[in-house]
């Protein structure tokens, strides 16, 4: 009878944490969808993290980076471009990312210019390329939302930038 009650508790802790999982899983990439067309070789994707901020900060190092921090009232989305590589080149990588901020109750939104960082809007670049690789804020380009539409579009911040513009559908 011990061994059935214990068996049960175990069994009951396993599925709980796996529900758990789930639905920050789930809560994480709120059906958003990317409508720009990925590359072959690269790999797309659009993480969406709903009450959470954005913590941008500076380094005498590190330069740009930014911690997420919870928040309600706010989502952060954070879009990758990463490049396909053989994983036994550790240096062979790249990857571009975008990550802003937004009010989750804004329905229709423009920004241009520096008021992109109203959104606190960061591109970041990661490779093995000298003098490149880092996040940057974005100061220049254009941001809007319309109803469940985002639209970002923004010049080259670094040499041979591949993302210059995001569509999202929310």
């Known amino acids: ?3 059935i009650v214990v068996l049960s508790l175990i069994s009951f802790l396993i599925f709980s944490c796996n529900c758990k999982k789930k639905a920050t899983e789930e809560n994480k990439n709120m059906k958003a969808q990317l409508l720009n067309s ?3 070789n690269f790999e797309c994707t ?3 993290f709903p009450n959470k901020t954005m913590n941008v900060k500076t380094g005498d190092v590190s330069g740009t980076y930014f911690e997420l921090e919870d928040f309600n009232g706010t989502t ?8 396909k590589t053989n994983k036994l080149y550790q240096d062979a990588g790249y990857r571009e990312e975008i ?8 329905s229709d939104l423009k920004l241009s210019d520096e008021e992109l960082q109203k959104a606190k809007m960061i591109f970041g670049v990661w490779c093995y390329c000298k003098g490149k690789a880092g996040n940057y ?6 941001f809007s939302k319309k109803g469940n539409e985002i639209s970002i579009d923004f010049p080259a911040v670094v040499d041979d930038q591949k993302v210059k513009e995001l569509r999202i559908k929310l």
Request: aromatic share 12%.
């Open 1 to 3: 009878m011990k061994k």
């Open 38 to 40: 990925c590359p072959e």
């Open 99 to 106: 990550i802003f901020e937004l009010a989750s109750d804004v």
């Open 137 to 142: 804020k974005v100061a220049k380009g254009n």
């Open 46 to 48: 659009l993480e969406v």
């Open 76 to 83: 952060v989305y954070h879009y990758t471009y990463n490049q």
